[in-house]
């Protein structure tokens, strides 16, 4: 068996996120975060770059990241029926002093109808604070810094 190293593990970790998302296992979602540091927001390019942190969404608590899916999940949302694909690129990972790591990373989604028009839905980046927790890394911190201006469907799928 083969040992990864941490940038592979955090790449890994990204990527099985994104298929999470991409295969809409949203009741899977939560799992990815820390139960007990949880923190996960959305902020405009523009607000974060200004130092403006008020987010445009935002759970400051597990439970809080399991109500975010919970009407997903019961397909209880009215909204037009999309398929997302999620691309991470350019993943970065750094080792902090106090056993945390810090990551980051490009982050692409685009969005296709039933009829197959497909168009960008997302464009941004993660900056995330990960821990190891029983062997498995977990999202402490997750800041979605989007790019894009107009966002469709009310940020309705998690980033």
Same mark, same amino acid.
């Given at each position: 068996?083969?040992?990864?190293?941490?940038?592979?593990? @955090?790449?890994?970790? #990204?990527?099985?996120? %994104?298929?999470?998302? &991409?295969?809409?296992?949203?009741? *899977?979602?939560?799992?990815?975060?820390?139960?007990?540091?949880?923190?996960?927001?959305?902020? =405009?390019? *523009?607000?974060?770059?200004?130092?403006?942190?008020?987010?445009?969404?935002?759970? #400051?608590?597990? !439970?809080?990241?399991?109500?975010? @899916? /919970?009407?997903?999940?019961? *397909?209880?949302?009215?909204?037009?029926?999309?398929?997302?694909?999620?691309? $991470?690129?350019?993943?970065?990972?750094?080792?902090?002093?106090?056993?945390?790591?810090? /990551?980051? %990373? &490009?982050?692409?989604?685009?969005?296709?109808?039933?009829? !197959?028009?497909?168009?960008?839905?997302? @464009?941004?980046?993660? *900056?995330?604070?990960? =821990?190891?927790?029983?062997?498995?890394?977990?999202?402490?911190?997750?800041? @979605?810094? $989007?790019?894009?201006? =107009?966002?469709?469907? %009310?940020? %309705?799928?998690?980033?």
């Amino acid at each position: 068996m083969t040992t990864m190293t941490l940038q592979e593990r @955090v790449a890994r970790f #990204y990527f099985d996120y %994104a298929d999470t998302l &991409n295969r809409g296992k949203y009741a *899977e979602w939560p799992d990815f975060f820390n139960p007990d540091e949880c923190d996960y927001r959305i902020v =405009s390019r *523009e607000n974060h770059d200004l130092g403006l942190p008020a987010p445009l969404m935002g759970c #400051y608590t597990h !439970g809080m990241v399991k109500d975010r @899916v /919970a009407m997903l999940i019961d *397909e209880a949302l009215t909204y037009r029926h999309m398929y997302f694909r999620h691309y $991470i690129t350019n993943v970065r990972v750094d080792e902090c002093p106090d056993g945390g790591i810090d /990551a980051g %990373a &490009n982050l692409l989604v685009m969005q296709c109808d039933q009829e !197959g028009s497909a168009s960008t839905y997302m @464009v941004g980046r993660y *900056e995330d604070k990960l =821990s190891l927790r029983e062997d498995r890394l977990k999202l402490c911190k997750r800041l @979605v810094i $989007i790019d894009s201006f =107009s966002i469709d469907t %009310a940020l %309705a799928v998690p980033l």
